[in-house]
């Protein structure tokens, strides 16, 4: 599948998204240095979130609607921390406008079907669907039944909230499916990440497979990266002292970069399969072992493993010979340290 220029399989580098997320603290011109400084940082597309407090929730303080679960936002109601969180619509085209100018793909998780519309009118080449929301159903199905490739998080989904999500996507016509594993915990301890569900996902669900981060650090995307992820994205702030609902667990720009330059390590060390030696290597084939006469020997004399060893260098002949050529008398005086030859042997 392609989002926008990038085209993503299975041979593909992988995708790196910077979600900006509640990152800009309400200032337009944040969001604008938060998409500059993540071109600078390596990342191949910024992500916004579409919605307002109305579309997402009710303006209600009752115990439903009250944030106490341990989190980062306990003492928060659910409206208040998405006032405080969202990006305005109007902003919108002008951020797609500076990711465009940046050479950066811009696209968005929308969080109902007018987000959908909004986004659809800026030509977004792709959509995300956050964890919380894999459970709507119908809002899977009308982002799906525009045809653009669809990201599904999978934070708070059982095996069956992804088939389910899964098989809405199919059943709109829509085949463009990527899975994040995704821990919905903020920041995620480590040991939650149990990256092996992706690769398990990929096998399961039949579709290509990525991450969404909530941990601290670029342990996690890099095993992510190594088991075949094609995405992976990331919280990103220009500057944690801006502050605001997501900053303790989003990356500065050079945290960012790191995580960047360690996943495309990881790409050039993971290369391809082949069995052919590079110019270098082949080069050093010289320092394997081979067989050497390691005490002189006369004309005549025969060849016992007190004379001929298996030793470094490699200008002899190939040690796999040695058990043949045992007990052979040579026809020629043989000095130390010759490489031995099969012309040598009678």
């Known amino acids: 599948m392609r989002i926008g220029n990038f085209e993503i399989n299975d041979n593909s580098p992988v995708f790196i998204i910077a979600e900006l997320s509640a990152n800009h603290n309400q200032n337009k011109q944040i969001a604008l240095d938060t998409i500059r400084a993540a071109k600078l940082a390596g990342a191949d597309a910024i992500k916004l979130q579409t919605y307002t407090p ?29 006032k405080e969180a969202y990006t305005p619509w109007e902003w919108h085209k002008e951020l797609f406008e500076e990711a465009k100018k940046q050479g950066l793909i811009c696209f968005s998780s929308p969080f ?42 999978t934070g708070i989904a059982t095996a069956d909230d992804i088939q389910l999500a899964v098989d809405t996507c199919r059943q709109a016509g829509n085949e463009q499916i990527i899975l994040l594993k995704c821990t919905s915990s903020y920041p995620a301890p480590i040991e939650l990440a149990n990256m092996k569900t992706m690769v398990d996902m ?11 981060d909530h941990t601290m650090g670029n342990t996690v995307p890099v095993v992510s990266a190594s088991l075949g992820a094609k995405v992976i994205e990331k919280h990103f702030i220009v500057n944690k002292a801006v502050g605001g609902p997501d900053a303790e667990f989003s990356l500065d720009p050079a945290e960012f970069k790191s995580m960047v330059d360690a996943v495309r390590d990881v790409e050039k060390a993971l290369g391809v399969v082949t069995y052919e030696l590079s110019e270098k290597v082949e080069k050093n084939r010289k320092f394997a072992r081979s067989l050497f006469v390691v005490e002189n020997i006369k004309k005549g004399e025969t060849i016992s493993p007190k ?18 050529i045992l007990g052979k008398k040579v026809n020629t005086d043989i000095e130390t340290g010759t490489p031995l030859r099969l012309s040598m042997i009678d």
């Open 202 to 212: 990929k096998n399961k669900f039949g579709v290509l497979v990525g991450l969404s």
């Open 307 to 324: 004379n001929v060893r298996s030793i470094r260098p490699g200008y002899g002949l190939h040690p796999k010979l040695l058990k043949n």
């Open 112 to 153: 109902d079907n007018t987000a959908v519309d909004l986004l659809e009118s800026l030509d977004a080449p792709a959509y995300k669907i956050a964890s919380f929301e894999i459970q709507d159903i119908p809002l899977i199905e009308y982002t799906a039944s525009k045809g653009k490739p669809i990201i599904l998080s």
């Open 54 to 82: 109305d579309t997402l929730t009710i303006d209600c303080d009752n115990e439903y609607f009250q944030i106490d679960k341990g989190t980062l936002w306990d003492g928060k109601t659910l409206y208040e921390l998405y």
